[in-house]
């Protein structure tokens, strides 16, 4: 793909139709693996002999809910008219801006899509006057982990329950960047 001008626009009404198009099949190539030591979690990666693919059922949400309303937006990226990708935000109860969803186009992945629109994300939290970003993630999805990573998230914490259920994810990983005015020195205990 030759570089071109990504443009980012707020969700409308003429978008629902198209929203999901960007829910395609991903790599599942290794897992991040956590652990917990002296109050820091860090991680190892793991990977597989043989890489699979997956992908996320398609959202069926109320759209509306998402169109010019202050706790929650959907940015939608494009090149030229084209729609590449998408990050699904809410403004949450602990002053962090969640990230619901993020995806890009399986043709338009590796080439600033995501990053451009995790910084529209930040620029929004700032906007709204919240303290970071957070989202979840599963361990199996090594190459999510390692994409909030570059971005500059850190690990905050890890779920072993919630997808019980799910016979192929094992943790539920909880990833947080701070903004810097809010970050809260360490304390050694």
């Given at each position: 793909?030759?570089?071109t001008?990504?443009?980012?626009?707020p969700?409308?009404?003429?978008?629902i139709?198209?929203?999901?198009?960007?829910?395609?099949?991903?790599?599942?190539?290794?897992?991040?693996?956590?652990?917990?030591?002296?109050?820091?979690?860090?991680?190892?990666?793991?990977?597989?002999?043989?890489?699979?693919y997956?992908?996320?059922?398609?959202d069926?949400?109320?759209?509306?809910?998402?169109?010019?309303?202050?706790?929650?937006?959907?940015?939608?990226?494009?090149?030229?008219?084209e729609?590449?990708?998408?990050?699904?935000?809410?403004?949450?109860?602990?002053?962090?801006?969640?990230?619901?969803?993020?995806?890009?186009?399986?043709?338009?992945?590796?080439?600033?899509v995501?990053?451009t629109?995790?910084?529209?994300?930040?620029?929004?939290?700032?906007?709204?006057?919240?303290?970071?970003?957070?989202?979840?993630?599963?361990?199996?999805?090594?190459?999510?982990?390692?994409?909030?990573?570059?971005q500059?998230?850190e690990?905050?914490?890890v779920?072993?329950?919630?997808?019980?259920?799910?016979?192929?994810?094992?943790?539920?990983?909880?990833?947080?960047?701070?903004?810097?005015?809010?970050?809260?020195?360490?304390?050694?205990?």
């Amino acid at each position: 793909m030759e570089k071109t001008q990504i443009t980012v626009k707020p969700f409308q009404q003429e978008h629902i139709s198209i929203i999901n198009k960007t829910n395609e099949p991903f790599s599942i190539i290794g897992r991040l693996i956590p652990s917990f030591n002296n109050g820091k979690w860090t991680y190892e990666e793991e990977l597989y002999e043989h890489t699979s693919y997956t992908k996320f059922p398609d959202d069926n949400l109320e759209w509306d809910d998402y169109i010019n309303k202050e706790n929650k937006i959907i940015f939608l990226a494009f090149i030229g008219d084209e729609y590449i990708g998408q990050i699904r935000l809410i403004k949450d109860w602990n002053k962090f801006c969640y990230i619901e969803n993020i995806a890009v186009c399986k043709d338009y992945r590796k080439n600033g899509v995501g990053k451009t629109l995790f910084a529209t994300a930040e620029q929004w939290a700032i906007q709204m006057s919240l303290r970071g970003i957070s989202l979840e993630a599963q361990d199996d999805n090594l190459l999510a982990c390692k994409f909030y990573i570059k971005q500059g998230m850190e690990l905050g914490g890890v779920d072993t329950l919630k997808h019980v259920f799910h016979p192929n994810i094992d943790k539920t990983l909880y990833w947080y960047k701070v903004f810097p005015e809010y970050k809260v020195p360490v304390i050694n205990r």
